[in-house]
């Protein structure tokens, strides 16, 4: 074996799931952000830790880890994003043997409670109804931003619609113009470089995008899950001039209307069975013509066509 | 080893987390029941089965869950206490060896989605906030009800204290009168017999309770989480004469102040790690005085003190 | 509401999920003890926490952890059962007005990693067959150990039938002579306070009723999954003197010939489809005959009928 | 708005996660193979379905479902990657305007029961020690097959370093010379392809890499997680010419020595807190010098660098 050869390849390596809470109190009303941020870094310069074990270059990940909470202190969370990329600039501008990296967001939501009909200054309930993505991607020498939502689940009783589909030796699925469709939303969406200079506000940007991914999805009658997807694409896009592409995966949550004829009953598209495994998965991109691509601006983002 | 002799204890059987969607269709505007349900079976006689292997008795997992669904449609799913009543009712009365049972539900909410400014007659989304629960058991000639909630998760970012605790050898804590206090509620609550049998409206109770377990968590100025527990409890019992009993389990979801003393840093309770595990876990019952005790009904029902 | 009133029912608090690893380095050859333990306390004297926030008796949950750190050096951890019973025995002889409590852990096994023929020193990978469990329960002035395992996945190709179940209006299943029987096993087992006094190897034990629920489920020829739970019961009381009685939850989890007719293919049983949602839920206790019940060793142990 | 147009980038959709259990039952003797297999399609002629609900050349997940269960019996499972293949190949042949795809799938290990010393014929036990990865990616023309790792986790309780790292403001942490390492190996290996069109033995292949991953894991005195990680790459492509490369996801699964000083106790790396969150991560790539890159091989495999 002694000729064979090795070299390394890409690589990165951080921090993950820093679980960082930031409560703003300067005033009686309170404000929490509430996120699990990782830090990965990348250069070429790191080799010689993977290959000697020679650690001169490597920026613990502890050290990354002390970073990520102190910048919630120094620089405050206005948005995920604004702070991923206050923490990716430090990194890249203090070494300079670090030459990108990938930063990541998840935002959990806070609503305040109400008591006696009005808001309370510090006590909050989670409403878990999505959650928010964010990442900064340094590569290749550019800078990259990018939004995202997770855990949007949605469904539809009717106004949805699959048939026209070949039909081979292995088919079997019955046409129909009455489904369920229900989906758990996936989606990224990467924010053109020249909007990132000018400044976006990102926390009004996100709510915007997720009302239009809502409000599209209930009023598209569907013929496929696909056309939903990009229909939802279309909108966001159209929506705000910041977004150069949106990114999704959407399962297909099968709902299967039960058997109940065997007992005499009759069901039409009354009781369902929720099916778990297998679904379907749709994944899509959709593109603003005319924006420059960037794949690269994608690299290592989990659970994306 | 042949003088050693063996018998059958405790046993149930049954089908478990039936995904029941259940669709009303009847108008334009559709509503949705969404509910996973478990039912199992007791019976004395039900022992040759476990001695044997005859199951001349033994009523079908698969049967039980045809049942389930099939009573989705002929019954409906006017709440999920109302449905398991009529599940357990089914089962107690067709088979005369069946002699109890418990019948659980998990429900889902969903929220109608809003566009332009309307509420969408057939699309949803999952707002998650917290998961509904509801148990019918039939043991010892009696049937008790319960309904609950769990993942309740809430926080306040003030308002906290905990100190005049003992100390010993291994008490390394300090005391503190302003922390973060989070929990992720889990309760359970009994429903008094005589208002069963008078008729409760289920639905509106829960939401009912919800608040009120919010709001007493919101205005409670917290000693210890087992303080809070209790007044969370007192409130549901005060708000509704048909509950006898509430039960909770809060695990104390530690966030701790980062130390950024060695970056230069204040931390007046701003940036907070909010740690996995370990957690502490609170449990507790708060009981209606007068109200006769049923500790039978919380049999095999998870996660209790 | 002024004439509700209401009082504290059971409760226990403690720290739950002390991620606690104990490595014996004393030789060349490490020992590695893996657990995962709770430790939660009951006494009538905790009421004034819960009523009023007086927490001159709590001990804090921060301190039980503390505690079960220091006892995993002081004490060693020779078995988990051992380990529980010197932290239980330690909580209630230090504070007079600790009368019960609940310690629970969950093991995790490490087997040595093999180097050119030989076992590592120092290097373990984690076989994750099952997750071995130990509680030692105080109530009611008596302490009771339990042993258990779950997550032990088990699957039978052939050798299982289901048949000769009542048929009513539900019912739709076919009868088998051949299926899949695939479970994972939960179980527990209560030890005769006797021989707890007398001292157990519990360790041995473990492995030898792992071996002993391993080798009935293979080789009972099943009619009933209820039946294979009541001979794996049987067969490990019968081999260990010391347990009083076995408890066990199995789901079955069904594996469905998949229909392969429709593509002019036969299957007799060769494919199947393996489904997550819903499942049979079948559970039982098997008591050795003169030995003294105990029901209240049980209290609060999740997952049982 | 009016002005804004998009279109339709990178996509592909399928059936997620069929659960196909193959029984080869021949002989007394059974074999059983345990896969979760996803399926996707992509082309560019399928954009119309995204783009107006046009069906006409979907391939229904559905029936990408009914081919995997119906090739479990027409191909039978050799080994995953054998399996995948003639998938992939069986969609590309069949539908013209498919041009490409992804394969993926999982596999569970099931060891016999072993009963009186003897193995048993159909009874088995899920080890869990690891799950098998494989992957068959159809792309800009050409075809790769994968193989791969997760969960697969180890530990060394010494033989672990880690020091000489650059500090900064935000660096606290000490160096060590000792220390626990563990982590959760995912690993994936790309083959060769004219390894793969002269035939690879699969089974026998994944064995040997694991055995030469965990050999290396325990041989390689580590003086970071990434060095480690080098070292069992190089070991596998020392080991097997078919391998084009390897790509690894390796958590540092943090172990803390507790503080039991203040317990007047010594902790001489005895007693390890185990953490959750957060984790180091650490990932990174090894190649065969002299084999031609391919990076399109990876696109839209999870979790990776």
Redesign the interface.
Known sequence: ?TD??????????????????????DAAR?E?V?LNV?S?LRGAA?AQ???????????????Q???A??F???HGIRSPEDYLVALGRHFVS??EWIDGGLWQAEQYE?ER????GAE?D?????????TRLAAVQTIDGGTHVLGGVK?????????SE????????????GETDDR?MATSVTGRWRFLPDAVAAGIDYNALYAEVL?VL??T???VH???L??T??EM??AA???RPEIA?M?FAM??KH?FA?D?S????D???????????????????????GAPAAPEAWT?L????
Chains 1, 2, 3, 4 share one sequence.
């Open positions: 074996m064979v050869s090795v070299s390394l390849g890409a690589n990165k390596y951080g921090k993950a799931e820093n679980r960082i809470v930031r409560i703003y109190r309170h929490i509430d990782s990965q790191l830790s993977y290959l000697s074990g020679d650690n001169a270059l490597i920026v613990a990940t502890d050290t880890k002390n970073t909470f102190a919630a202190k120094e203090s070494f806070w409670i109400v008591v006696d309370h510090h006590a909050f309930v989670r409403p878990g109804r999505a855990d949007l689940t949605v469904l539809k009783s009717t106004g699959f048939h026209g589909f070949p039909r081979d030796r292995y088919t079997t699925l369920i009302d809502l409000s999805f209930a009023a569907s013929l496929a696909q056309q997807l990009f694409g279309r896009i159209e929506a592409e990114r399962p297909n709902h039960y109940l065997a007992f005499g009953l069901n039409p598209n009354e009781v369902f069975y929720a099916a778990d495994r297998p679904y379907g998965l749709i994944e899509g991109t959709v593109t603003r013509d290592d989990p659970a994306f066509v």
